[in-house]
């Protein structure tokens, strides 16, 4: 365990973690389901990369340039938030993948919090546990079984919707871990804390920073 202060930490409660997640979760669906257009989606992901690169550029990393972290912020945020603009075009799929994320992440965090003893990766993640990693990979694969059995997902077989499961989950379970090696590194808790549950927008999207873009070339490999 590194020794330094982590700052910015927040005493959120589990309501505030459900009721921020359902309000987002709505406001998702509606941009991707009712918006017309392009404009509406494409302002929602812009405003996300805005706020999430003002979070990101608050990391204190003194031994790199300002310019490098920007180079990187490009990489790390910007190019995967418009392969995530890009993935919203379908939106069957997107909720599909969207709901292995986030409903994955709350098996993990539950799961993880009441049966998890042993640590997936303490000196990066402290209360990550395996258990809530095996959580996570079997919230996935349950998702898509459940989006492939009512249709939702019509073009891909069942062995491409389990494929996908775990490459969501890994991939989500990467960026989850990936963030918070960054987070580690600068020394702070949350990357904000504009989300009561959650922390800032950088820690509601990291695992999506991952897994939809991961979901999306193998989306279109297989097509």
Not at 179 to 200: C, M, Q, T, V, Y
Request: with cysteine.
């Amino acid at each position: 365990m590194n020794d330094f202060p982590l700052k910015h930490a927040m005493p959120f409660s589990l309501d505030q973690r459900t009721a921020t997640g359902l309000f987002l979760g709505l406001m998702t669906v509606l941009i991707v389901s009712f918006s017309p257009g392009l404009f509406y989606k494409g302002a929602f992901v812009l405003t996300a990369v805005i706020l999430a690169c003002y979070e990101f550029f608050r990391f204190k990393f003194p031994k790199i340039p300002f310019f490098v972290q920007g180079i990187f912020a490009c990489f790390y945020i910007v190019m995967p938030c418009f392969v995530i603009f890009l993935l919203m075009q379908n939106a069957k799929f997107f909720y599909c993948v969207l709901s292995m994320v986030c409903l994955g992440d709350t098996a993990a965090y539950v799961c993880g919090k009441r049966f998890g003893k042993k640590k997936l990766a303490p000196t990066v993640s402290p209360h990550k546990t395996y258990a809530g990693s095996i959580a996570h990979m079997i919230t996935a694969l349950c998702v898509a079984c459940a989006f492939k059995f009512f249709g939702f997902l019509e073009n891909c077989g069942w062995l491409f919707s389990l494929i996908l499961a775990v490459c969501v989950s890994v991939c989500g379970q990467l960026g989850d871990l990936f963030e918070s090696f960054l987070k580690r590194k600068a020394g702070i808790k949350d990357s904000g804390n504009l989300l009561p549950g959650h922390g800032g927008i950088l820690d509601r999207i990291d695992a999506s920073l991952f897994a939809l873009p991961a979901a999306f070339f193998l989306y279109f490999l297989h097509f």
